[in-house]
Structure formats: structure tokens, C-alpha cells
């Protein structure tokens, strides 16, 4: 199965556009795990990093939860795989994760992003406010940040799929 990934528009209004290339971003980021097998997705860059496919995906579940859920909704929604005792405990996977869980979970938060999102103008500020500087966030500001974070993302993907298998391109 191929992701469907399409570029927004290039004449459509600003929501329409934001919403686009976050989708954009989303759908390369699943490109890049698609026909590895589950070890391949585990696999890291090169040691002593422990970066992999699977990580950056739970990373970016971790990422969609706290902006959406968190910050935009204020909701309380409890970390998925980091703790205190391990902040970056998505990215260290035991034997016991596996690719079906975190891509669902991905997913899923995506979908709950989507949802939060829609209840939103982009000039609105968040209900929930910045854990370090207590400043609320407008939905632009939110989005434009998610467009961020996954384009930095997909750049490591694009890195970790061409050592996996030779595969390059977007």
C-alpha cells in the first residue's frame, strides 16, 4: 500500500494551506516506513545514536499529543512513552514494541489533532499555556510549528531509509 500524499493548492486560503502541508509532512513521514518489516523499522542511524524509523514515529505521537491535546485543547493527556525517569523514552524501544502499535497510536493522535484543530480559527490562542513560559499559542503558531517539527523529521527519515535500504526521494 502506497500513502496518499498530495501538496495543497497553490491558491488556496491559508487554513486550507497550513492544514495541507501539515498533511503533506504526515504522509512523507509514512512513506518512509512503507514495506519494512518491523526490525527494519527499529533500526537505528549508527551507534551510539538510538534514532530509528519507528522512534521518530512514536516521537512524532508524543508531538501531536502535546500540541493538540495538551496545549491547544488542554487536555490531560498523560505522556505515551517518555517518563520522567526517560524524556526520551520514545526513542528507546525494548522487544516489547512493535510497528502496528505505534503506527496506530500515531494515528490516533493524529486524528485527535484534526479534531481539537477544527474548533479552532488560526488566530485563536490555546486554552492550555506553555509549561515554561505560561504563554498560550495561536492555532497558526501551533501548525506552522508542526509543519516544523515534521520537515525536520522527515529529513532524519529520509537519512535512516536510504541506510536501511537504498531508498531515496520523497
Not at 545514536?49 to 519507528?54: D, G, T, V
Not at 497558526?140 to 523529521?153: D, K, L, Q
Request: hydrophobic letters at 35%; one cysteine or more.
Amino acid at each position: 500500500m502506497t500513502t496518499e500524499r498530495r501538496e495543497p493548492a497553490t491558491d488556496a486560503d491559508e487554513r486550507t494551506m497550513l492544514d495541507g502541508w501539515l498533511d503533506y509532512h504526515r504522509s512523507t513521514l509514512a512513506r518512509k516506513c512503507e514495506g519494512l518489516t518491523d526490525e527494519q523499522l527499529r533500526t537505528a542511524s549508527v551507534p551510539p545514536s538510538e534514532l530509528s524509523l519507528m522512534g521518530l514515529v512514536r516521537h512524532m505521537a508524543e508531538v501531536e499529543r502535546n500540541w493538540f491535546r495538551r496545549v491547544l485543547a488542554d487536555e490531560d493527556a498523560g505522556p505515551l512513552y517518555y517518563s520522567e525517569e526517560d524524556p526520551d523514552g520514545e526513542f528507546h524501544l525494548t522487544g516489547a514494541d512493535n510497528w502496528p502499535e505505534a503506527y496506530a497510536t500515531w494515528q490516533a493522535e493524529i486524528d485527535a489533532a484534526r479534531r481539537h484543530a477544527a474548533g479552532f480559527a488560526l488566530d485563536d490562542l490555546s486554552r492550555g499555556r506553555s509549561r515554561h513560559t505560561g504563554e498560550a499559542f495561536s492555532l497558526r503558531w501551533i501548525v506552522t510549528h508542526m509543519i516544523e517539527e515534521y520537515a525536520r523529521h522527515n529529513g532524519h527519515a529520509d537519512l535512516l531509509r536510504e541506510r536501511i535500504d537504498g531508498a531515496t526521494g520523497d
